[in-house]
């Protein structure tokens, strides 16, 4: 892997969790006016207010989305490669931990309270997965995109396989599969619309629905948007608001896609303006972050940013441990 290469992979991992640890300390306000009230507008990480959903947090900590991407990131380190049995045997630890309810760890998601009622009842993986409509599959799907270097149809299976352990939704599954290859393309070079291009091809006969295929054109689509001259003096926050500031992965892609292109050079700006949206910002950050970061590389990420995050140093020997040569 060449070092520029090397660098947009790194990017696309901390991206990840840098944008899921600064949306988790104001997350889920759909109060824009509260947002404020509580925070400004928020420029680093800062810790969950009393009484808010992740309070008792710290600053720069991940959500338990961000934990279950690292925990993916430490097996493929530790084992070479993506060992399906190994990820899930770390995910049964960390569900072990949990009750099923909603601040049963920290927050836990929809899905994976499913997945959790699954593998009580003796369910295995593989069938376990949800039919909730949240992006947590695509979120740690940044991270095998970023390190499995393999020929980009081997990347798709892998993803999509992996994608299915926790939701199985054809659609959802299809949206996380694009974003997944999305951030492969941009890591190889190129925007949104080249990625489009790449990835409807590279998905050809994985068995993905025809229903779903245009799944993989809107990247491009987005991106031709957030370049319009006519889009030239849109408000950016108004963009989450427009797609839909709830936790549905098809509301929260096309606004990191849009966040992505306009700012496709400023980590900072894209990632905060995610941030600042409210609603599932959280989710739409880490989206954002990941895109981001595999378009300007990890030295093109505010060190601030990559300091302030939680284990920092230790995320940063796994995800070269875990990249290959």
């Known amino acids: 892997?060449?070092?520029?290469?090397?660098?947009?992979?790194?990017?696309?991992?901390?991206?990840?969790?840098?944008?899921?640890?600064?949306?988790?300390?104001?997350?889920?306000?759909?109060?824009?006016?509260?947002l404020r009230r509580d925070h400004g507008w928020v420029r680093d990480y800062v810790a969950p207010k009393p009484g808010t959903w992740h309070a008792g947090l710290g600053a720069g900590q991940s959500s338990q989305t961000g934990q279950v991407a690292r925990l993916l990131l430490?097996?493929?380190?530790?084992?070479?490669?993506?060992?399906?049995?190994?990820?899930?045997?770390?995910?049964?630890?960390?569900?072990?931990?949990?009750?099923?309810?909603?601040?049963?760890?920290?927050?836990?998601?929809?899905?994976?309270?499913d997945v959790w009622r699954a593998r009580r009842r003796g369910v295995p993986w593989g069938?376990?997965?949800?039919?909730?409509?949240?992006?947590?599959?695509?979120?740690?799907g940044a991270i095998l995109a970023a390190v499995l270097d393999d020929e980009p149809t081997v990347l798709a299976r892998t993803a999509l396989a992996d994608i299915r352990l926790t939701h199985r939704d054809p659609f959802i599954a299809a949206q996380a599969l694009a974003f997944v290859l999305t951030v492969r393309s941009l890591i190889e070079g190129g925007g949104l619309v080249e990625a489009s291009q790449r990835a409807k091809a590279w998905v050809e006969g994985l068995g993905v629905t025809p229903q779903a295929t245009d799944c993989f054109l809107q990247p491009g689509f987005v991106e031709r948007a957030a370049r319009n001259p006519a889009l030239a003096d849109l408000d950016p926050i108004v963009v989450a608001e427009l797609y839909g500031l709830p936790c549905q992965q098809a509301m929260l892609l096309p606004a990191a896609y849009f966040y992505a292109?306009?700012?496709?050079?400023?980590?900072?700006?894209?990632?905060l303006t995610a941030v600042n949206s409210g609603g599932n910002n959280m989710a739409r950050a880490g989206l954002t972050g990941a895109l981001v970061g595999?378009?300007?590389?990890?030295?093109?990420?505010?060190?601030?940013?990559?300091?302030?995050?939680?284990?920092a140093v230790a995320l940063g020997a796994d995800a070269e441990r875990a990249l290959r040569p």
Not at 127 to 140: F, I, W
């Open 261 to 271: 292109a306009r700012f496709a050079d400023d980590f900072e700006t894209a990632v």
């Open 74 to 113: 430490r097996s493929l380190a530790e084992r070479g490669g993506y060992d399906a049995a190994d990820f899930t045997a770390r995910l049964d630890d960390l569900l072990a931990t949990l009750d099923g309810t909603i601040q049963g760890g920290r927050v836990t998601d929809l899905a994976m309270r």
């Open 127 to 140: 069938e376990a997965g949800s039919l909730a409509e949240t992006s947590e599959a695509a979120t740690r």
């Open 1 to 34: 892997m060449d070092t520029r290469r090397r660098d947009r992979a790194l990017g696309a991992v901390f991206g990840t969790l840098i944008g899921d640890a600064l949306g988790m300390g104001c997350h889920w306000y759909y109060d824009l006016a509260a």
């Open 294 to 311: 595999a378009r300007v590389g990890l030295s093109g990420i505010p060190e601030r940013f990559v300091t302030g995050l939680e284990d």
